[in-house]
């Protein structure tokens, strides 16, 4: 069993940014590629950012490609997106996740986070 808990999301401005962290307890964490999805009102559950165990292989949905970075700290048990710019659109729930591959589908993560919430206003 792995337990997953996000920190970071609250209201922030456009163009603004925000630091979201999530912490891993339970099972080996570097057993696990670990990821950020996102659900925005009324709309499905999409792939944010996902990293590789060893923290060497990241990648990103386009639509935040070049504002978002995903590391993470094998050490502390820690993954972290790392928001710039921030859109209005990019309001949503943020949860962690965590998946025995490094994969972009919600269908191959193992556990999830409970959500944090971002809200950008404009």
């Known amino acids: 069993q792995m337990h997953l808990v996000e920190s970071g999301g609250g209201l922030v401005q456009a163009g603004g940014s925000l630091r979201l962290s999530c912490t891993a307890s339970g099972n080996t964490f570097t057993t696990y590629h670990m990821a950020w999805f996102r659900q925005a009102p009324g709309k499905e559950r999409e792939f944010v950012a996902t990293?590789?165990?060893?923290?060497?292989?990241?990648s990103y949905a386009a639509a935040v490609r070049g504002r978002f970075t995903i590391s993470r700290d094998n050490a502390k048990n820690t993954v972290v997106l790392e928001m710039n710019n921030l859109k209005p659109e990019d309001t949503a729930v943020y949860y962690c996740?965590?998946?025995?591959?490094?994969?972009?589908?919600?269908?191959?993560?193992?556990?999830w986070g409970q959500g944090t919430q971002v809200t950008v206003s404009s």
């Open positions: 996740a965590s998946s025995f591959t490094h994969s972009t589908s919600s269908s191959r993560i193992s556990y």
């Open positions: 990293i590789d165990r060893g923290g060497g292989i990241s």
